[in-house]
Nanobody, 116 residues
């Protein structure tokens, strides 16, 4: 199973980006799909996660600006990021929990840079 994240880039403060992360390989059903981020010199923190039951949770710092969504038929999770701030600059990682394997899979990370 491999997770491929994409959509990162350079954007000005106030702008928007949409991240995507698609799982490929021998996949069946994922329970949790989530996004994390890691800024330089800092730990990796949860940004948002979505369960197969439809519930979502967001870090306080992104509430009202970011939206996580998923397409289970495509084994893909998205992160719509609006009103971006310089402090959102980080490498963003997707993570998916594959029920069959009882294992969390990570994507390779995609860099988001927000200029002031």
């Amino acid at each position: 199973v491999q997770l491929q994240a994409s959509g990162g880039g350079l954007v000005q403060a106030g702008g928007s980006l949409r991240l995507s992360c698609r799982a490929s390989g021998s996949v069946s059903s994922f329970n949790e799909m989530s996004w994390y981020r890691q800024a330089p010199g800092k730990q990796r923190d949860l940004v948002a996660y979505s369960t197969s039951g439809g519930s979502t949770t967001y870090a306080d710092s992104v509430k009202g600006r970011f939206t996580i969504s998923r397409d289970d038929a495509k084994n893909t999770v998205y992160l719509q990021m609006n009103s971006l701030k310089p402090e959102d600059t980080a490498v963003y990682y997707c993570r998916m929990y594959l029920t069959r394997d009882r294992f969390y899979y990570w994507g390779q990370g995609t860099l988001v840079t927000v200029s002031s």
